[in-house]
């Protein structure tokens, strides 16, 4: 839990985790115990295709989940889809389409996230049919070396966005291994007056939230400029649509503010910061 300079509460959260109960290395309860020791407030467990509705863990709020898939060609569609936040079992079967997975997410009461977008091979056309898309992983873990490549999707959201479709943004470990590339790395901050599955879900649903690898940041649009706090950090990129503006990065060290004044042409802007360490925090669209 963190505390923020205007005093708002920030809660700590992994939204996409396996375990033994499908594919993952750590039983549950290993699971929630790593979890737990490295600071975070909640986590959603998501396994394929088996809810953790039921479960509990003190001092650590589980977020009941599920991971759905459909399609096994990049070409026609893969498409794995979270939810979380779920009060109960969504109506689903193997074969059921992204939309209807999206839709009996919403109706069990969670919270849906399209996963690893880059990984999945989806294109914006593709994600662009899809409705009521809460958010989208901008960074996925365990999409990363050394299992697997493409764990980045901002690009595929970037086209989407200058067409005018602005998703959320949010970022998960997709633990599978437990080890330091894919546990504990990649999460959310959401901000909550408190950690409770009603609270989260509806923070979530309102977008009160950031995906990061431990920067902190704040992003406002005021006044017609973007402006940047952050942690200390070494980079602050802002990505646009306009695709040549000579103001979009800076660059230097213990960086902890900034502002972008949106090119003429911009309709979007959203914000990007690695820090020392190479970890990155990820600010969601501001329309401009
Ligand atoms: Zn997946
Ligand atoms: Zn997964």
Redesign the pocket.
């Known amino acids: 839990m963190i505390k923020d300079k205007k005093g708002r509460t920030w809660f700590k959260g992994n939204l996409h985790t396996h375990t033994t109960v499908s594919d993952g290395k750590y039983t549950p309860e290993q699971a929630y115990e790593l979890y737990k020791s490295k600071g975070y407030d909640f986590i959603a467990r998501t396994d394929h295709w088996k809810s953790s509705l039921g479960d509990s863990y003190e001092g650590l709020l589980i977020l009941p989940g599920e ?1 759905f ?1 459909v399609g096994s060609n990049a070409g026609e569609g893969i498409y ?1 889809i979270v939810g979380a936040g779920i009060a109960q079992e969504p109506k689903l079967v193997r074969g059921d389409g992204p939309q209807k997975i999206i839709d009996e997410i919403h109706a069990a009461g969670g919270v849906a996230i399209l ?2 977008p880059a990984w999945s091979l989806n294109s914006p056309e593709q994600l662009m049919q899809l409705k009521g898309v809460d958010m989208s992983e901008i960074y996925n873990s365990v999409s990363g070396v050394p299992f697997n490549c493409r764990p980045y999707s901002g690009l595929i959201f970037d086209i989407m966005a200058a067409k005018g479709c602005l998703w959320k943004m949010n970022a998960a470990d ?1 633990v599978h291994f437990y080890t330091e590339h894919d546990a504990c790395r990649s999460y959310v901050l959401v901000q909550a007056e408190e950690c409770t599955r009603e609270a989260i879900v509806n923070a979530l649903k309102k977008g009160d939230f950031y995906a990061t690898q431990g920067p902190e940041l704040s992003v406002t649009y005021v006044d017609g400029r973007v402006k940047v706090e952050c942690s200390p950090v070494e980079e602050i990129v802002y990505y646009t649509d306009t695709v040549f503006v000579h103001h979009r990065c800076q660059v230097g060290t213990d960086l902890t503010e900034d502002e972008y004044v949106p090119a003429s042409k911009d309709t979007f802007v959203r914000v990007e910061v690695k820090d020392a360490q190479g970890r990155y925090a990820w600010g969601q669209y501001v329309k401009v």
């Open positions: 991971e898939d794995h996963a690893h997709d």
